[in-house]
T-cell receptor, first 113, second 114 residues
Framework: DTEVTQTPKHLVMGMTNKKSLKCEQHMGHRAMYWYKQKAKKPPELMFVYSYEKLSINESVPSRFSPECPNSSLLNLHLHALQPEDSALYLC????????????FGEGSRLTVL | KNQVEQSPQSLIILEGKNCTLQCNYTVSPFSNLRWYKQDTGRGPVSLTI?????NTKSNGRYTATLDADTKQSSLHITASQLSDSASYICVVTGNSNSGYALNFGKGTSLLVTP
């Protein structure tokens, strides 16, 4: 079982909805990540937080808004999404940003209608 | 451009047989190489992580090798089980101007049949 918990596991939303994905880890890791994964493709990095500060934003559209309230929590706020945003959204954490082993959550399956 | 190439793209083997998956990379400078197993619709799970000085690392029936000179890694699965059916992803960490970057391979899809 993963020690990175993501909720919800499944989410269906319309293009005008506002929703959030949540991620939590209690391993004391100081780096947390959001990845997007389409079917049969590798995960694509979206955001990296290091010591609760946003350190990498891979040119992600503003309809995705990350938030790191504290060292254990990472949110991804969703607004005005498009059907092509439907994917598996993975949260991960590591002890340190450079060399730490990545621990992934189970993912949140997002469907945009 | 940093790249990670995996082969084969997909593989079907009989239960109990061995198999070897390949990962070639051009990432430089190199920090570490990781193998992940990903079941369909679930998050990746780490199998091994190897640094420059490590040649071989085992995790149960999984054995990873690394040749940093030729920039090649392999993942050998012994006595395969039906539960080994999954996608296996090679991830190479390199240092970039922004500090570091994880470079993902496209994965090898393994199907173990009875």
């Amino acid at each position: 079982d993963t020690e990175v918990t993501q909720t919800p596991k499944h989410l269906v939303m319309g293009m005008t909805n506002k929703k959030s994905l949540k991620c939590e880890q209690h391993m004391g890791h100081r780096a947390m990540y959001w990845y997007k994964q389409k079917a049969k493709k590798p995960p694509e990095l979206m955001f990296v937080y290091s010591y609760e500060k946003l350190s990498i934003n891979e040119s992600v559209p503003s309809r995705f808004s990350p938030e790191c309230p504290n060292s254990s929590l990472l949110n991804l706020h969703l607004h005005a999404l498009q059907p092509e945003d439907s994917a598996l959204y993975l949260c991960a954490s590591s002890q340190h940003r450079v060399t730490g082993e990545l621990f992934f959550g189970e993912g949140s399956r997002l469907t945009v209608l | 451009k940093n790249q990670v190439e995996q082969s084969p793209q997909s593989l079907i083997i009989l239960e109990g047989k061995n198999c070897t998956l390949q990962c070639n990379y051009t990432v430089s400078p190199f920090s570490n190489l990781r193998w992940y197993k990903q079941d369909t619709g679930r998050g990746p799970v780490s199998l091994t992580i190897m640094t420059f000085s490590e040649n071989t690392k085992s995790n149960g029936r999984y054995t990873a090798t690394l040749d940093a000179d030729t920039k090649q890694s392999s993942l050998h699965i012994t006595a395969s089980q039906l539960s080994d059916s999954a996608s296996y992803i090679c991830v190479v960490t390199g240092n970039s101007n922004s500090g570091y970057a994880l470079n993902f391979g496209k994965g090898t899809s393994l199907l173990v049949t009875p």
